[in-house]
């Protein structure tokens, strides 16, 4: 049986916690000290690289565009992204890791936060000129903050991929958009059952944030969102239900108000 949010009582009684993104943040996203040094082979494409001990790393906290794949064909700024990762390690191939509390995900690439041997943050670098867009996966939430902040500042001053809208209105969605995407629509109904907080979006998408990440949500927060234009950003995929598309989410900062992601 479907309940809404409002009246939902066991979690309205629950602890819940949610550290909203600021403008302002760490902007060196430094660490203390990396936990490994290693070697780039290869870089793969502007998020991933391959190290001379045979490891694959999949960069934390970003995404970039897709290079060709298969039948796939490369997108746009993909190439961009590639390069600009191989710049940061054109004279010196040393990356230090520092990894997630995750340390691998389900296509067994070792999870990291990259720097190189001066000590600059990769994924901060890429944001900055906008080959990368801000992503965060719990457990590996540190640094998050910064990231998306790196974001913002080169998504306001429309760099790199930023150049060119990167968000769509979710009522012009079809098949050609599977993939990570940022979409905006009106949030119409909340639901929840035992498997997750449901969130559709203009009966176009629904939104599924499931148990094991509901202590991350704050529950008046999503609530005050019903009937507002909000932006969604995550990896869109074709739906078996009668809303056409979803969208896992597994952090607040994939939810957000057309209003605090506009800039000015």
């Not at 993909?78 to 691998?104: H, M, P, V």
């Not at 009522?171 to 035992?194: A, E, S």
Request: proline letters at 4%; a positive charge; charged letters at 25%.
């Amino acid at each position: 049986m479907w309940l809404r949010l409002q009246c939902c009582a066991y979690l309205l009684l629950a602890t819940f916690f949610f550290t909203p993104l600021t403008a302002v943040a760490d902007n060196a996203c430094s660490i203390s000290e990396p936990d490994d040094t290693a070697s780039i082979k290869y870089v793969h494409d502007g998020d991933t690289l391959h190290l001379g001990d045979g490891r694959k790393v999949r960069l934390i906290g970003i995404n970039t565009p897709e290079v060709a794949r298969g039948k796939q064909p490369a997108q746009l700024y993909s190439a961009e992204a590639k390069s600009a990762l191989q710049a940061l390690f054109k004279d010196d191939r040393t990356i230090l890791l520092s990894y997630g509390r995750e340390q691998q995900d389900k296509y067994q690439r070792t999870l990291a936060h990259g720097f190189t041997q001066g000590g600059d943050n990769i994924q901060a670098a890429l944001l900055t000129q906008g080959y990368a867009q801000a992503i965060t996966f719990p457990p590996n939430t540190r640094l998050s903050e910064c990231y998306h902040a790196r974001e913002r500042e080169a998504r306001c001053n429309k760099r790199g991929l930023w150049k060119k809208n990167q968000v769509i209105t979710s009522k012009k969605l079809d098949d050609t958009h599977i993939g990570f995407r940022l979409v905006k629509g009106k949030l119409k109904d909340i639901k929840i059952n035992k498997k997750g907080f449901w969130l559709n979006l203009d009966n176009k998408i629904t939104i599924g944030i499931r148990p094991e990440n509901y202590p991350l949500f704050d529950l008046n927060k999503l609530n005050k969102m019903l009937n507002q234009p909000i932006i969604v950003r995550g990896w869109l995929n074709r739906s078996k239900k009668d809303v056409p598309y979803y969208i896992r989410v597994r952090h607040p900062s994939a939810l957000q108000l057309a209003t605090e992601f506009a800039c000015g």
